[in-house]
């Protein structure tokens, strides 16, 4: 038995629901005994409520009767209480991994977002960059001014207007 010098009043009002609950799930009558009676099964995320104390939980321990094959959906804290060491230790580590995944969810999201903003950001910038220098183009072809003289893997374009220069740039992947 586990020393206790002194318990508050809704600690023992929760070992007695609990244990009361667990009792009407096994097969033995004894409180003292029931506990070797369970096993840790597995853990999922789902919003449940604790099968034992009836709080709200999300990440559920499944912890089997190895005698009547009873299943019970319970939250860490229920499963530190009523499993053995050895047994928690797994309930431990499968929350803990649950935990992991979504953590590392949520870090890719993050990274998929941040990396679609700056995608956009790019985008918009390219945008801006080209209505300029569309207006410049313009401009200088407005005012008769000559155009630069382009260069492709092809040949040597002469003579274009400085929009069509600035069209084939964009085309070319140049701006
Ligand atoms: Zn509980």
Redesign the pocket.
């Known amino acids: 038995m586990k020393k206790q010098i002194s318990k508050s009043k809704s600690k023992l009002d929760y070992e007695a629901k ?1 244990i009361g609950n667990l009792l009407k799930h096994s097969i033995t009558d004894d409180a003292d005994d029931v506990m070797n009676e369970w096993v840790y099964e597995s853990t999922i995320e789902i919003p449940n409520n ?1 099968n ?4 709200k ?1 999300r990440n559920n321990v499944i912890i089997r009767n190895k005698i009547n094959g009873k299943i019970l959906n ?2 860490i ?2 499963a530190d209480y009523v499993l053995n060491d050895k047994e928690y230790y797994k309930a431990y580590d499968g929350i803990e991994s649950i935990k992991k995944k979504n953590k590392m969810m949520k870090l890719k999201e993050e990274r998929i977002k941040r990396d679609e903003e700056i995608r956009k950001n790019n985008e918009e910038r390219r945008e801006r960059k080209i209505k300029n220098l569309m207006d410049i183009a313009k401009d200088r072809d407005k005012r008769g001014l000559p155009s630069e003289v382009l260069m492709t893997k092809d040949g040597v374009y002469h003579g274009l207007s400085n929009v069509e220069v600035l069209k084939r740039k964009i085309a070319l992947g140049r701006i």
């Open positions: 609990v604790c034992l104390c009836g709080h939980i319970i939250g804290e229920c």
